[in-house]
């Protein structure tokens, strides 16, 4: 079951993610006119390392856990495969949403 980036990281992209993901499986691109990040459910190996990585908590485990981004990160993954990486932000950059909070 991949993991699943959800609508936390809407115009957040910290992209701490990418860096820790064995599989090279996290990919960006635009998504609701603002930066997003997808994983590729056909690459994922669930290994776990991008869960605690993200900052604000924007990654679940499972589809189950958020059936609609699932979908999303699905549809938006063969296109999002081919965008060069973006630079990653510090871990400790306040998020730029109210909403989010730091959380590791
Ligand atoms: S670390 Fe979190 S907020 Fe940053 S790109 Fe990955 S999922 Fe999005
Ligand atoms: S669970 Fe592992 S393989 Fe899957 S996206 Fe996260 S870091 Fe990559």
Not at 79 to 88: E, S
């Amino acid at each position: 079951m991949p993991y699943v980036i959800t609508e936390k990281c809407l115009g957040e992209v910290y992209a701490q993610c990418v860096d820790v993901c064995p599989v090279n499986c996290i990919h960006p691109g635009k998504y609701k006119d603002q930066d997003f990040m997808i994983i590729n459910p056909e690459e994922c190996t669930e290994c776990t390392s991008c869960y605690s990585a993200c900052p604000i908590g924007a990654i679940v485990e499972s589809p189950e856990a958020d059936p609609a981004y699932a979908k999303i990160n699905a549809e938006l993954a063969p296109t999002f495969k081919n965008n060069p990486a973006i630079p990653t932000r510090p871990a400790n950059d306040p998020p730029r949403h109210a909403t989010n909070k730091l959380v590791n």
